[in-house]
């Protein structure tokens, strides 16, 4: 097992340089002048040389690359043009918010996705089956912008039982800071008013973000399923006379929910990029409002930090999901010796 996560983290490692050299190549190739953004359109061409000459933007770009990748190596993920701010100071008090909106959306996502999908397959061509997929079709048609605008009109304006924006009450304040996570660190600080205010705050954004990954989720399962329920060993168990939640639940459900797996790790991406219409909505202050700030002032080392922090974050998620499979199923690390 040790090989195997050690040889998922080397192949990591090549796509993550990959995406530093390709987001450092798009964010520069686009027309925006980060100089003439940060200096304004009353600047002088001496003022633009200046503000090139002070952030390395009148360099070759080869020499701008090399910068760029030597300075992530060693940790420097440099400053921002636009706020003058250590863009690594933003990326850590950002984080926290993004991944605790993502990681509550995935767990909403995984824990209604797999049963459905799995009493869909039990019911297969009956009412649930029906049902469920009728729900997965409209999850993954609905746009989240709209269901998240739907959402604030019912229960923030119309029945004003959950917050309609931001992290938590401005009368209560954030709790203190250990992890980053106002859910946990409102527990570790024996809390539970903060915990409830920023658990309330939490709702909104993360049902309107879980409602695609549960549809692929309920698919998937059920699929996993379905395709279980045909093997031999499925049959024999039946023969022995197991009943049906019983087979269902330890035998059936462990040898469908690999590919399951997989498609949570590549759904946490797919959450992360759909975080940025929502985070902007309620007024969330992740990193996807950090990076819509970015490009509206055309600052790309803000930009290549927020791409490589999510870059990174995703590939170590993947990780974590092959190793999982690895330990519902032993035979894939095997194969992957």
């Known amino acids: 097992m040790a090989r195997y996560l050690l040889r998922r983290l080397l192949l990591a490692l090549p ?13 520069r190739v686009v027309p925006a002048d980060p100089a003439a953004t940060l200096a304004g359109d009353a600047a002088t061409p001496a003022q633009l040389a200046e503000i090139r000459a002070r952030y390395g933007l009148d360099q070759p770009l080869w ?4 910068t760029h990748v030597r300075q992530v ?3 420097d993920l440099g400053s921002s043009i636009f706020s003058g701010r250590p863009v690594a100071e933003e990326i850590r008090f950002r984080l926290p918010a993004t991944l605790e909106l993502t990681f509550a959306a995935l767990l909403l996502s995984t824990l209604l996705g797999v049963p459905l ?8 061509n009956g009412p649930v089956d029906h049902l469920v997929r009728l729900l997965s079709v409209g999850g993954l048609a609905i746009a989240s912008f709209w269901l998240a605008i739907m959402l604030q009109l019912v229960f923030a304006m119309d029945l004003d039982i959950l917050p309609l924006r931001g992290r938590i009450d401005v009368a209560l304040g954030p709790p203190p800071e250990t992890t980053g996570f106002f859910l946990v660190d409102s527990l570790l600080a024996g809390r539970p008013d903060l915990f409830a205010d920023a658990l309330r705050h939490l709702a909104l954004p ?3 973000l879980c409602l695609p990954g ?3 989720i309920a698919r998937f399962t059920r699929s996993g399923v379905l395709e279980t329920l045909q093997k031999d060993f499925v049959l024999y168990a039946r023969a022995a006379g197991y009943g049906r939640v019983r087979l269902a639940a330890v035998y059936v459900l462990r040898n469908a929910v690999t590919v399951t797996v997989t498609q949570i790790g590549l759904l946490f ?3 992360i990029s759909g975080a940025v219409a929502v985070e902007a909505i309620f007024d969330w202050p992740g990193l996807g409002t950090y990076a819509v ?6 600052d790309y080392k803000a930009l290549l930090a927020v791409t490589l922090v999510v870059g990174v974050v995703y590939a170590v998620v993947n990780v974590l999901v092959d190793l999982l499979q690895a330990l519902i199923d032993p035979r894939i690390a095997e194969e992957g010796r």
């Open 63 to 66: 020499r701008q690359a090399v």
């Open 15 to 27: 796509a993550l340089f990959g995406l530093v050299l390709l987001t450092f190549v798009l964010a």
């Open 214 to 216: 549960l549809a692929s």
């Open 206 to 208: 993360a049902v309107t």
């Open 293 to 298: 700030q970015a490009i509206l002032s055309a």
């Open 269 to 271: 991406g797919a959450l």
């Open 73 to 75: 190596l060693t940790g």
């Open 117 to 124: 999908g799995l009493l869909a397959a039990l019911d297969h």
